[in-house]
């Protein structure tokens, strides 16, 4: 049974911090990884993907992967009020047939404080 | 506008009423997938396509069934609906399967009652 793990929150951080978001997955065959945000009662939007061992930047979005460890973190410096939102992360088990699927983990509700 | 649709985007209908939850995306995506998203549970798929006449069970598939007779639609159909199906529902589609780093599109969501 493919497993991603995320903490449910909510995670609570002051206007202006850094918003730390884990994940862990437990299929080493796993070979990228999703960041989505949602909006209570809206669809997930696509943050950030990433493949490869490391950080990858996108504003003010970071993701990181470490495959060894079977963990994907999420980090939103500057975080502000509209960042408040539910934080899902998914797993691909890609390229080939397995990429057909996404699993994905229960979410992390952050909130941020003004 | 790149998207994908569902309808109706609200439905309260009563145990055993057969509904059918129209998907429909107009980005020429080979995949598209069927997830249901229950508080606590998170997103849990239901059914997959991987192109036309192609399906395959996801995570959570008992009560449903599905069908890709066109490359753009993906109905999901609830033969005898029970009101443990009450769930919010999302259909989504992604570019050919094969890249794994393609981005999934999600349409706007069918809250579904069933009573």
């Known amino acids: 049974q493919k497993e991603v793990e995320q903490n449910s929150g909510p995670l609570s951080v002051p206007e202006g911090a850094i918003a730390s978001l884990n994940c862990t997955y437990s299929d080493r065959g796993s070979q990228s990884f999703f960041w989505y945000r949602q909006y209570s009662g809206k669809s997930p939007e696509l943050i950030m993907f990433?493949?490869?061992?490391g950080d990858k930047e996108d504003g003010r979005f970071t993701a990181q992967l470490n495959k060894a460890s079977q963990y994907v973190s999420l980090l939103i410096r500057d975080s502000q009020p509209s960042d408040s939102a539910t934080y899902l992360c998914a797993v691909n088990r890609g390229p080939g047939a397995g990429s057909y699927q996404l699993t994905f983990g229960k979410g992390t509700k952050l909130s941020v404080i003004p | 506008e790149a998207q994908v649709t569902q309808n109706p985007r609200y439905l309260i209908t009563v145990t055993g009423k057969k509904l059918t939850v129209t998907c429909s995306q107009n980005m020429n995506h080979e995949y598209m997938s069927w997830y249901r998203q229950d508080p606590g549970l998170g997103l849990r798929q239901i059914y997959y396509?991987?192109?036309?006449?192609?399906?395959d069970k996801g995570d959570v598939p008992e009560g449903y069934k599905v069908s890709r007779k066109e490359k753009r639609n993906f109905p999901l159909i609830l033969e005898s609906p029970s009101p443990n199906q009450t769930s919010l529902y999302f259909c989504?589609?992604?570019?050919?399967?094969?890249?794994?780093?393609?981005?999934?599109?999600f349409g706007p969501g069918t809250r579904l009652t069933v009573l």
């Open positions: 990433i493949y490869s061992n």
């Open positions: 989504a589609s992604r570019d050919s399967g094969r890249n794994s780093y393609n981005e999934q599109f």
């Open positions: 396509s991987m192109n036309v006449e192609v399906t």
